[in-house]
């Protein structure tokens, strides 16, 4: 059994995605309700425990786990949802083209996937504190980026509500 603490430190259950040549096709805001979406999703019909995300204009920031599902069954599955999204949002704006999506937005182009290694975000999207010895400038600005940012877990451990559902109980896997 995992809790909480420990999960948010395992790394092989956390991600950085990095958007690739289709967030350019679609306005910011589209693109945050489509990955929110997606990751709901993954939430309700594969069990994710998702404990901490972040949304940026070109990145997702992601960790969570599932009792039954591997993470990775988990990504490949967010990318397809992703995918539909896309095109439903294509199909919206009267831009739909089959040749195009089946070719362009195959769900292994969508992200670049990375390992999630910043430690500060790590904190602040899972509602834990960052404190060190000095003042700091970056980590003002980023404290008040997540703290302020509509698509972010941190709203959920500050007692807000974000658009994705986040276990912001301990988890027990």
Known sequence: MIDIEELILLREHSRLLVMNSWRLDIPEEHRN?????????????????????LITSRRLFIIGASENTPFQEILY???RCVETGIAEYKKMINDYDDAYHLEHHVHH???????????????????????IGYYDPYLERLKQYIH????????????GK????????DIIL
């Open 148 to 159: 302020n940012h509509n698509y972010c877990s941190a709203l959920d451990y500050l007692g």
């Open 109 to 131: 182009k969508l992200f670049t996937p990375y390992p999630f290694l910043n430690d500060y975000i790590r904190a602040l999207i899972t509602g834990k504190e960052v404190h």
């Open 77 to 79: 599955y967010f990318y």
């Open 162 to 169: 974000s658009p994705v559902i986040v276990a912001t109980d």
């Open 33 to 53: 309700i489509i990955i929110a979406n997606a990751l709901n999703n993954c939430v309700l019909y594969k069990s994710l425990n998702l404990v901490g995300y």
